[in-house]
């Protein structure tokens, strides 16, 4: 069984720029919830996708925005980005039976210069 | 809206003391309770969980007593080890029309001397 994987490990873009941070859910796994971790926090949820639709999003404006994709892999966009916005990027997916437990990946360092 | 509190840290124990990290929630409804344990530079592990009152989950030797009537889910081990040092987080997933959105505490840095 394949867990959660996301790429790249490690981001640096400067400010104005725009990222896309991608990750493959657990095999089995049709939901994807994205969450962004500030140094000494915790994980903030942004959204989730259930079945390529957004299923709950949070507290984040509107150039955070995701897609995910027939096979249940998913996209996390960050359009002009600001300093704030390093952090570290996690993805967690969760399946049919479980949909209450949240598998997550290694993260991706993402750095604002 | 729901909610998680845990205790500050960073928590400092030697090796073989015995834990306890608190945790106490506010959530509407009957949420399912998760400790997870994040090591440096890695990402969150499921460490276990409970879905519902009187429910313990156990794991590694570490436990947690799902505890309705005072809305609480420490985290306890008998016996810490120097590998058992990361940050711990406690955490709720309630359904919300049909979707599991989980609440995060700000997390407990754990610190385990030889």
């Known amino acids: 069984e394949t867990g959660v994987t996301q790429s790249p490990t490690h981001l640096i873009k400067t400010r104005g720029q725009q990222v896309t941070l991608r990750c493959s859910s657990q095999?089995?796994?049709?939901?994807v919830s994205w969450y962004q971790q500030a140094l000494g926090q915790g994980p903030q949820f942004i959204f989730q996708y259930y079945r390529e639709e957004e299923n709950g999003r949070g507290n984040f404006p509107p150039r955070f925005s995701g897609l995910q994709f027939p096979n249940y892999s998913s996209e996390l966009n960050v359009n002009a980005l600001e300093l704030d916005d390093s952090a570290l990027y996690l993805c967690?997916?969760?399946?049919?039976?479980?949909?209450?437990?949240?598998?997550f990946g290694p993260g991706t360092r993402l750095t604002v210069l | 809206g729901d909610s998680v509190t845990q205790m500050e840290g960073p928590v400092t124990l030697s090796e073989e003391a015995f834990l306890t990290i608190n945790c106490t929630y506010t959530a509407t409804g009957y949420p399912s309770l998760f400790w997870y344990v994040q090591y440096p530079g890695e990402g969150l592990q499921l460490l276990l969980k409970?879905?519902?009152?009187?429910d313990k989950g156990s794991n590694k030797g570490f436990e947690a007593t799902y505890r309705k009537e005072t809305t609480s889910f420490h985290l306890e081990k008998g016996s810490v080890q120097v590998s058992d040092s990361a940050v711990y987080f406690c955490?709720?997933?309630?359904?919300?029309?049909?979707?599991?959105?989980?609440?995060f505490g700000r997390g407990t840095s754990l610190i385990v001397h030889p």
């Open positions: 409970a879905t519902k009152a009187d």
């Open positions: 967690a997916s969760s399946g049919p039976g479980q949909a209450d437990t949240q598998y």
């Open positions: 095999s089995g796994h049709n939901t």
């Open positions: 955490a709720l997933t309630a359904s919300s029309g049909g979707s599991y959105i989980p609440t």
